[in-house]
């Protein structure tokens, strides 16, 4: 796979000649993910990404729209090029109503095999990822899932940078000669690019000819989540975290307190899942949820790689554990060697005193 | 559903109990072997010493595949006090033989190798699997086990206890006692993982070269116990044990032990830069002769750890465990030839071929000695104080004379022992060790 | 109904060292599992054999000892296992690895009867790609459920399955044609606890195995490195930050102190936030 076995990839240097057919494909790509009428918020830094990209190759960058509603695409390709496309591919039918794996995949690699990108990005969601891994295998080309780096090497070949083993390393992995290099990007991995709604763009209309009698597959009910913040904890702005060192599942609560206080969300690292101490959505880390908070407390956490893939994109990285020598102090900005258990309390309180005492006083 | 019948069982899947189960598939019987680990060596992730004499006797060829990491070349035995080491060191490249004697392992890949190999040879391992209780008959005869997994009970004509130090089994089916504080040794281990050139340099070692330090002394602060170093491809074995009753005693615990050994000065610098990944804690049944259980009995034999077939001294276990693995395995086999059962009076062949063997003969050598250092402290602790101090004396050139040195260290002897009690400890010594 | 259940051996990531001077895998000691994951896809696959009939077929592809994964998972009840090694799969990426499955499992078709669902993990631990799931339902034409969290009808004779799937922010009931790939959602349902009889059946079972040859594998160039259009040029440990952590002093201070202190050090790395963090107060 992408980054497992080969480590250490014995074909490291070697590179064929790119077949000539593939040499017409030109530009970069982002697939806009648009679902219950919003952009994923990934799908424009991805637009952030893509741009650097598109300018080091000399290209353009293009957003691809797919959905029910022409006017809703519309909308999507005015909200690419406010955030740096040139172009936005449309294709809007009633079969694109809805995300589906197979009239997406085919919507996706027409418009692949007839306007030739040379990259294609997409969010690493539920749905980037149900869809990259079809239309990558369909066009027989290769794909890097959850990337955390993108750059363009001196041969014009896409670097894609991905952690591997769990997070213990990190490998940069090329496509070598295929085309589209395919690449998916977690949420909150790149920072969302400033939005210009001056800039404009050109579209391109593709038709997709596809009747919904053709679908075997169809959408039965959608039963949005009652539980919405278990989308929230990416988007948050202060995340408190626990980790093995508050030693028992009740101590735990005061992660949540102080998250409380604070009015921001909590998380934990991977073994309290394992443990059952907290569930998986609220895993923060390589396999759980990436973050990029402004403040991030990191409580009884040793600071695992596989963590710190996470949790280093925060402003801020307050760390507070009993050993001196754990790894979180290497990457944290701010840090006490204290027991979180006995610290934790204290310092949601001072917190609370001080924002209280500023509300009467204000 | 009727019930499956063996011509054996095997209770674990550590050393003894491969031997066994190996043995017995080997020579064509049905054999079915039960481990509560995930696979075998899961509950083992530590380093280890083969001595490749009893398993050479099983599988002449498992060079060939079997998971080793070094084999060893220098012996360092080592006496230390707080801040030194005396001892003996022996390296020899006459130890670099086509087929080694000792070699350095990691017990969860070498456990799992073995019980492959049992496996083949066509024994049938489940893993994952619990015997609860051993099923007899009404006449108190062993005829069976029942396990933790839905279904009925399992039938056999013998069932061979390879259960470890603690085997519950055993205990629960009345066929010895429980643990005793005074003949069980609590030892922690670590791994560090080094660099393989890094270990290589540190050590002086080329290729597949280990080395082995084993020490006492005032590490163990009085307690009767030993600690270890053994070097692995890309880490090092380090541990230290002492027995149970004296830690209870003193209310010191081995984590603090080994803590207090790793920084000793002598070790520390041993392993610099190292990252420490695996901890483990585990009892060694280091009673001796004295605490070596009944062997067998009617539908039953008892090997390995679990009959107490550790020689302390020597810091031997798996051999001891193996080779009264295949004696026990070897003693059915012969019993089901000749077409006789596995009565109490059958099985106790068992014994006398152990009896025979080194396993019971070095036991019985040794047996005065658990007790001897249980209740002479000063020989782990004041004899290597006045070995250090003898040392300095000898080695520091400040102008007193050779003379004046000898006398100053035979009245240091003297001051800390007195004749009386030098001579007492010599001869306690003398006849423990005959 | 035939059910095929795909499974990888991978190494317990909880477990894995990096060499502090060549940056690979230390693989020394560290024990393979069955990867979680999959073990959630197993039980449903199971679950869905009890429930209709039929037979649980067991894939991996890696090297000969991820025969102990078949094993085990024969001892959770599953029918039959095959193991899919040779030297040619070495480095295979996604791409490659899902041809190769995808052979796999049109040999166990012919050899078994077409399988009538694939059931993998969402992910692997140590690639955490989830696309070589994907990539089988392309592969094979099966229709694809993705990060299925629960199987509903199921009409053999209509050939229709029934799912819960996680969607972006919600779950998406969808209704499809057999056959069909499913990806399960952990969490689902924990794996049984094999019985004596089946554990026993397990430990004496003969793992198929077949070489690429042996599973109808013809086009070798589609296998491994070969295979793989995707080629790891570089690995590397990250880079540490340039400065560690600065450390509070703790010496000769209180705990309401240090938390002074902290509060302090944050409003001050964080202009504004103490703002933000009262207008959120006053909300209350």
Redesign the interface.
């Given at each position: 796979m992408s980054g497992t076995a080969h480590a250490g990839g014995s074909r490291a240097g070697m590179r064929k000649e790119l077949p000539e057919h593939f040499k017409a494909y030109r530009h970069v790509w982002v697939f806009m993910e648009y679902e219950h009428g919003a952009i994923h918020p990934v799908s424009l830094e991805l637009l952030g990404e893509g741009r650097k990209l598109a300018d080091r190759l000399g290209g353009e960058l293009a957003g691809v729209a797919l959905g029910g509603d022409h006017g809703q695409m519309i909308e999507v390709a005015n909200a690419a090029f406010a955030h740096g496309a040139d172009v936005t591919y449309i294709t809007a039918e009633p079969v694109l109503a809805h995300y589906r794996n197979e009239p997406y995949t085919r919507a996706m690699t027409e418009l692949v095999n007839t306007y030739k990108p040379e990259i294609l990005l997409l969010g690493a969601t539920v749905l980037g990822r149900d869809l990259a891994g079809s239309v990558a295998t369909t066009l027989l080309t290769g794909l890097t899932a959850d990337c955390t780096e993108l750059a363009i090497d001196a041969e014009r070949s896409l670097a894609a940078t991905r952690p591997t083993f769990g997070g213990s390393l990190l490998c940069t992995i090329h496509t070598l000669n295929v085309r589209p290099q395919m690449a998916t990007v977690r949420p909150r991995v790149m920072s969302m690019p400033k939005a210009d709604p001056q800039r404009t763009g050109r579209i391109v209309e593709h038709r997709l000819d596809l009747r919904e009698e053709d679908i075997v597959t169809k959408v039965l009910r959608f039963l949005p989540d009652r539980d919405s913040n278990k989308a929230q904890l990416a988007y948050a702005d202060i995340v408190v975290a626990g980790g093995l060192g508050l030693r028992s599942a009740e101590n735990f609560q005061l992660v949540r307190n102080l998250a409380e206080v604070l009015g921001g969300e909590w998380g934990g690292s991977r073994p309290l899942v394992q443990k059952g101490w907290i569930t998986a959505d609220r895993q923060i880390g390589q396999t759980g949820r990436t973050i990029r908070p402004r403040l991030y407390i990191a409580a009884g956490i040793s600071g695992a790689i596989q963590h710190r893939v996470g949790v280093e994109g925060a402003d801020l990285i307050v760390a507070i554990n009993t050993d001196p020598t754990a790894p979180i102090f290497d990457f944290a900005h701010l840090g006490i060697v204290a027991d979180a258990t006995e610290f934790l309390p204290i310092l949601t309180d001072t917190f609370r005193k001080r924002l209280s005492v500023n509300r009467l006083a204000g | 559903m009727s019930l499956e019948v063996f011509d054996a069982i095997v209770i674990g899947a550590g050393p003894a109990g491969n031997a066994a189960a190996y043995t017995l598939a080997k020579s064509g019987l049905k054999v079915l072997q039960l481990e509560r680990g995930e696979y075998a060596g899961s509950k083992n992730v530590q380093g280890a010493i083969l001595y490749a004499d009893a398993l050479e006797k099983l599988m002449p060829d498992f060079r060939e595949d079997a998971p080793l990491e070094r084999h060893i070349v220098e012996q360092r035995m080592w006496m230390m006090d707080d801040n030194s080491h005396t001892g003996m060191h022996y390296r020899s490249d006459s130890f670099n033989e086509e087929k080694p004697n000792r070699y350095t392992i990691i017990r969860s890949q070498f456990d799992r190798w073995f019980n492959r190999r049992v496996r083949e040879a066509g024994a049938v391992v489940l893993c994952e699997t619990t015997v609860t209780e051993l099923l007899k008959d009404t006449n108190g005869r062993v005829i069976g086990v029942k396990t933790d997994r839905h279904g009925d009970a399992i039938l056999a004509d013998v069932v061979i206890l390879a259960e470890g130090v603690n085997g519950l089994v055993g205990q629960r089916a009345g066929l010895r006692q429980e643990l005793q504080p005074a003949h069980v040794a609590l030892a922690v281990k670590e791994m560090h993982f080094l660099p393989e050139e890094v270990i290589a340099a540190r050590f002086n070692l080329k290729g597949d070269e280990g080395v082995v330090i084993e020490a006492m002394g005032t590490i163990t602060k009085g307690m009767v116990g030993t600690a270890f170093l053994y070097t692995n491809r890309e880490s090092i074995s380090v541990g230290i044990g002492c027995m149970v009753q004296d830690l209870a005693e003193n209310r010191v615990s081995s984590s603090a032990l080994l803590e207090a050994f790793k920084a000793h000065p002598s070790i520390r610098s041993l392993l610099e830069g190292s990252e420490v990944r695996e901890y483990a804690a585990h009892l060694i049944p280091e009673g001796g002769y004295k605490a070596v259980p009944q062997l067998y009995g009617e539908g039953w034999l008892v090997v390995g750890d679990a009959a107490h077939f550790v020689n302390a001294v020597h810091r031997e276990g798996s051999n001891l465990a193996m080779t009264s693995g295949r004696i026990a395995a070897e003693t059915v086999v012969w019993l089901k030839r000749r077409r006789e059962a596995c009565s109490a009076e059958n099985l106790a062949e068992y014994r006398r071929r152990l009896e025979a063997s080194f396993v019971m003969k070095d036991l019985k050598k040794y047996r005065g000695i658990p007790a001897l250092l249980h209740r002479n402290k000063h020989f782990l602790d004041l004899y290597p104080r006045i070995a250090s101090r003898a040392a300095q004396i000898w080695l520091r050139v400040d102008g007193v004379d050779k003379r004046s040195k000898e006398g100053e260290i035979v009245r240091d002897l003297r001051a800390a022992r007195g004749w009386r009690g030098l001579v007492g400890d010599a001869f306690k010594v003398a006849r423990a060790w005959r | 109904m035939h059910i095929v259940v795909c499974i990888k051996q991978v190494?317990d990531?909880?477990?894995?060292?990096?060499?502090?001077?060549?940056?690979?895998?230390?693989r020394?000691?560290v024990?393979t599992i069955i990867n979680p994951y999959d073990l959630f896809a197993l039980e449903e696959a199971l679950r869905l054999r009890d429930r209709l009939g039929g037979a649980v077929t067991v894939l991996t592809m890696g090297p000969p000892m991820a025969e102990?994964s078949l094993r085990?998972a024969l001892?959770f009840g599953a029918d039959r296992a095959v193991l899919l090694t040779d030297r040619f799969f070495?480095?295979?990426?996604?791409?490659a690895?899902?041809y190769a499955l995808s052979m796999a499992i049109q040999k166990i078709g012919e050899s078994w009867g077409t399988p009538d669902v694939v059931f993998t993990g969402k992910q692997?631990?140590?690639?955490?790609?989830?696309?070589?799931?994907?990539?089988i339902?392309?592969?094979l034409g099966l229709?694809?459920l993705?990060?299925v969290s629960a199987i509903g009808a199921v009409d053999l004779a209509a050939r229709t399955i029934?799912v819960s799937r996680?969607?972006?922010?919600?779950?998406?009931?969808?209704?499809?044609?057999l056959p069909a790939l499913i990806t399960v959602l952990?969490?689902t349902s924990e794996i049984r606890?094999?019985?004596?009889?089946d554990?026993?059946r397990a430990?004496?079972a003969e793992v198929t195995v077949w070489n690429a040859a042996q599973a109808g594998i013809t086009e070798m160039t589609k296998c491994g490195?070969r295979g793989?259009?995707?080629?790891?040029?570089?690995?590397?440990?990250?880079k540490?930050?340039a400065t560690?952590?600065?450390?509070?002093d703790?010496r000769e201070k209180t705990?309401?102190e240090?938390?002074?202190a902290?509060?302090a050090?944050?409003f001050d790395?964080?202009p504004g936030?103490e703002g933000?963090?009262?207008a959120?107060?006053?909300q209350y």
């Open positions: - | - | 190494p990531s909880a477990q894995i060292r990096v060499h502090p001077v060549h940056n690979t895998i230390m020394q000691g024990p102990d085990k001892t070495a480095g295979s990426d996604t791409l690895t899902s692997t631990i140590d690639g955490d790609t989830a696309q070589v799931g994907p990539g339902a392309r592969r229709n694809q993705t990060y029934e996680r969607a972006e922010g919600g779950v998406q009931e969808l209704a499809t044609r952990e969490g606890r094999g019985r004596l009889a554990a026993l430990a004496r490195l793989s259009p995707t080629v790891v040029k570089n690995v590397f440990a990250p540490g930050r560690k952590a600065s450390l509070l703790t705990p309401g240090l938390a002074e902290m509060m050090r944050i790395a964080l936030i933000d963090l009262l959120h107060a006053a």
